[in-house]
């Protein structure tokens, strides 16, 4: 099981980010899928998820209606979607299957800053 999250990066307040995450070693698509986040000098916190179909998804308060999960099962991708970036979304964004552990993946960088 692995997963590479990519394109986080340096983006000002108000900006926004598109995160993908490349998954391999399991059916993908029969899996619930989840975003997760682990800001500085804290605990890593769920963000959102999204059900194996698509077609049901759950945010975390602090970001709905500013962020969207998606995926794309014949690619084995999971996007997050981030517009209105605040500086409190800084962090490290991860993807993992809904109700697993490890292993993690690296994770991408979102810095948001002035």
């Known amino acids: 099981v692995q997963f590479v999250e990519s394109g986080g990066g340096l983006v000002q307040p108000g900006g926004s980010l598109r995160l993908s995450c490349a998954a391999s070693?399991?059916?993908?698509?029969?899996?619930?899928m989840q975003w997760y986040r682990r800001p500085p000098g804290k605990e890593r916190e769920w963000v959102a998820v999204?059900?194996?179909?698509?077609?049901?998804?759950s945010y975390t308060d602090s970001v709905k209606g500013r962020f969207t999960i998606s995926r794309d099962n014949a690619k084995n991708t999971v996007y997050l979607q981030m517009n209105s970036l605040k500086l409190e979304d800084t962090a490290v964004y991860y993807c993992?299957?809904?109700?697993?552990?490890?292993?993690w993946g690296q994770g991408t960088q979102v810095t948001v800053s002035q």
């Open positions: 993992n299957r809904a109700g697993w552990g490890p292993p």
């Open positions: 070693g399991f059916t993908f698509s029969t899996v619930n």
């Open positions: 999204i059900s194996s179909t698509g077609g049901s998804t």
